[in-house]
């Protein structure tokens, strides 16, 4: 049974940055894609990128790919979401999520608690 | 980017009835297809993977079915806790899209 603990909520301020962590455990880390979602107050879910931290290749959606970095730490079996530019559309929660299947396009079975960021000024 | 496109929005049923939910893709994506069930404050839940395989633990009420671009979710009798927002998600393609979601309400 995998497990993904998030860091905690952040504010921000717009033009700023904010890096979200990840922390699996159980599973094997390293050949799981480990997926960013996030989801706006009282709206849908947005798929923002994914990892394998074993090839440390990024995939990410056209909408966020000038401004989002993630990646894999697996010696601390960590994830990250860096999101850079800050905008007051930007507030949202933040969730991490991987599957029980190796490689990248598997269905998510496996959700963080979600990471709420706040941009105010 | 494969635009994902579910009906209706909202769907109002009554405990016991059957709830069916679709999810629309603009290309085809196979079988590549899930659903998730998101309650308020919570995290989204797998229910369907591979378009019609319950996830481990799901209720055998819970069915999906379709291949290509057409699917479907089939709630067979709802009960008071499948009251919630459900999405579908494509991975054949990158970005991994989601639906916008139907909520099932009373």
């Known amino acids: 049974q995998v497990q993904l603990v998030q860091s905690g909520a952040e504010v921000k301020k717009p033009g700023s940055s904010v890096k979200v962590s990840c922390e699996a455990s159980g599973g094997t880390f390293r050949t799981h894609a480990i997926n960013w979602v996030r989801q706006a107050p009282g709206q849908g879910l947005e798929w923002m990128g994914e990892i394998i931290p074993m090839f440390g290749i990024s995939n990410y959606a056209q909408d966020f790919k000038a401004r989002v970095t993630i990646s894999a730490d697996e010696v601390t079996r960590t994830a990250y979401m860096e999101l850079s530019s800050l905008r007051f559309d930007d507030t949202a929660v933040y969730y991490c999520?991987?599957?029980?299947?190796?490689?990248?396009?598997?269905?998510?079975?496996?959700w963080g608690q979600g990471a709420l960021v706040t941009v105010s000024s | 980017e494969i635009v994902m496109t579910q009906s209706p929005v909202t769907l109002s049923v009554s405990p016991g009835e059957r709830a069916t939910l679709s999810c629309r893709a603009s290309q085809s994506v196979s079988s590549n297809l899930a659903w998730y069930q998101q309650k308020p404050g919570q995290a989204p839940r797998l229910l369907i993977y591979?378009?019609?395989t319950r996830a481990t633990g799901v209720p055998a009420r819970f069915s999906g079915s379709g291949f290509g671009t057409d699917f479907t979710l089939t709630i067979s009798s709802l009960q008071s806790e499948d009251f919630a927002v459900y999405y579908c998600q494509q991975f054949n393609n990158w970005p991994r899209t989601f639906g916008q979601g139907t909520k099932v309400e009373v």
């Open positions: 999520a991987t599957g029980r299947l190796q490689g990248a396009g598997t269905p998510l079975d496996y």
């Open positions: 591979a378009a019609s």
